[in-house]
């Protein structure tokens, strides 16, 4: 199966939202009574109220002409709408980051517990090995033992280097020892693991903090990327994270993964709309493959089960 496939299918729970209520405009005259179970169905999806607010008003305009007046109409109205958001996240890959930027590229990984932070950035360095790039990992997961072993099994499995201490040491140590290793083997990039979080505890975020602060000191500019983890199954506490860590340490990346597992696809949208942070990566499943590059287009297409076009 091809990503586009995979994603359409993944995306198969939010698009079966929002695809109901425009089936309702079949043959019909939009009304305030479609209007709103478009509106309802559209904050169902998790895009948030100020996403919501602005389709509507667009929505409420556009329908006044009669090639809205169809489901088709309505959905091509959304799409270049949600495309206009979508595009602003959708920028540089991370392998072009890497390769535009210094090294070692740093990138320090985040997120709360439980979103699949170790089980990505395993992903994301098997995926560098397979373009040629040379990653370290780092398992600043001290706090629990598993996070280590499992980060060791998927290092011994694509053949990545995994820097490690003992159960319960000082994160911003093995964090320190990464780096010295990555200037000492000439690696192309880092991947910090660091342990779950909640964005509301802040003597965690202190602990982050410190973390992202030992790095830059023992390399200049480092981290160069900091990657924020979401489940997208949390919706608008997705958003919520988002934010908080954001304030907390300058994310300047984002993964949303377990969309395949959501009605609350929409969520990437609102993510999209208040942050403006890039979305590097979607994950649509548990393989390797299942986790690839943002593409707004692709994206929107997806969502609405349309063909894939511009992507």
């Known amino acids: 199966m091809g990503w586009y496939q995979r994603l359409s299918d993944g995306l198969g729970k939010t698009r079966s939202v929002v695809q109901q209520s425009l089936d309702r405009f079949l ?6 009574a479609l209007l709103e179970d478009l509106e309802a169905a559209l904050l169902a999806a998790d895009l948030g109220a100020r996403v919501v607010d602005r389709l509507m008003k667009k929505v409420t305009v556009e329908t006044r002409g009669a090639d809205t007046k169809t489901s088709e109409g309505l959905q091509n109205v959304l799409s ?3 495309y206009d958001i979508l595009k602003t996240v959708s920028g540089s890959t991370l392998d072009q980051l890497v390769t535009e930027g210094p090294q070692p590229f740093v990138i320090l990984v985040v997120g709360v517990n439980g979103v699949g ?3 990505t950035i395993a992903k994301i360095a098997q995926r560098m090995v397979q373009v040629g790039r040379r990653p370290l990992l780092v398992a600043g ?4 033992a598993a996070a280590i072993e499992q980060l060791q099994v998927w290092g011994d499995r694509v053949g990545v280097e995994v820097i490690r201490q003992r159960h319960g040491a000082d994160p911003a140590a093995v964090a320190f020892d990464g780096i010295v290793a990555a200037k000492a083997r000439k690696v192309d990039m880092v991947l910090i693991d660091t342990a779950g979080r909640l ?3 802040s003597n965690l975020m202190d602990e982050l903090r410190k973390v992202k602060r030992v790095i830059s000191q023992e390399l200049l500019g480092a981290p160069h990327e900091v990657l924020l983890v979401l489940d997208a199954t949390l919706g608008q506490n997705a958003l919520a994270q988002a934010r908080q860590f954001h304030e907390a340490v300058g994310v300047s990346g984002l993964v949303l993964t377990k969309l395949d597992g959501t009605a609350r696809g929409g969520i990437v949208v609102a993510i999209a709309e208040e942050l403006k942070i890039p979305i590097r990566f979607i994950g649509v499943g548990e393989g390797v493959e299942d986790l690839q590059d943002f593409n707004a287009e692709a994206f929107v297409a997806a969502l609405f089960g349309q063909a894939e ?3």
Request: proline share 5%.
């Open 117 to 119: 932070k170790t089980t």
């Open 80 to 82: 270049r709408s949600l």
């Open 199 to 201: 964005h509301t505890k």
């Open 27 to 32: 043959g019909r005259t939009p009304d305030h």
């Open 141 to 144: 997961d001290t706090f629990r």
């Open 309 to 311: 076009s511009r992507s």
